[in-house]
């Protein structure tokens, strides 16, 4: 059974940075690729960043040059650090494994496995 357990989140001000970790039971972790999605309250889930096994990554334009993605394959985790924060920011972040490689993995559908989240505030 795959687990997503992510954790780092919290309240932060403005500028300020977080990393969040995530956590994976999965013996195919290391040619997986991952990503992470974030939804704000009243919003749909959106793509944040995604990393490859070989650890090609991609970022949404909202978080590029902020935002870094990084795999750590010993540990089977996925870390996401974030910087320069802002209150546009503030949402639940979660990570998933693709599992469908027909669809963009910018896609909510590439991924089968999700997380539970992890919330993250940007108090302005």
């Known amino acids: 059974q795959v687990q997503l357990v992510e954790s780092g989140g919290g309240l932060v001000q403005a500028g300020g940075s977080l990393r969040l970790s995530c956590a994976a039971s999965?013996?195919?972790?290391?040619?997986?690729?991952m990503g992470w999605f974030r939804q704000a309250p009243g919003k749909e889930r959106e793509f944040v960043t995604a990393?490859?096994?070989?650890?090609?990554?991609q970022y949404s334009d909202s978080v590029k040059g902020r935002f870094t993605i990084s795999r750590d394959n010993a540990k089977n985790t996925v870390y996401l650090q974030m910087n320069s924060l802002k209150p546009e920011d503030t949402a639940v972040y979660t990570c998933?494994?693709?599992?469908?490689?027909?669809?963009?993995?910018?896609?909510?559908?590439?991924?089968?496995?999700w997380g539970r989240g992890t919330q993250v505030t940007v108090s302005s």
């Open positions: 998933a494994v693709r599992t469908k490689f027909s669809t963009p993995w910018t896609t909510r559908g590439a991924y089968g496995y």
């Open positions: 999965i013996r195919t972790f290391s040619s997986s690729a």
């Open positions: 990393i490859s096994s070989t650890s090609n990554t």
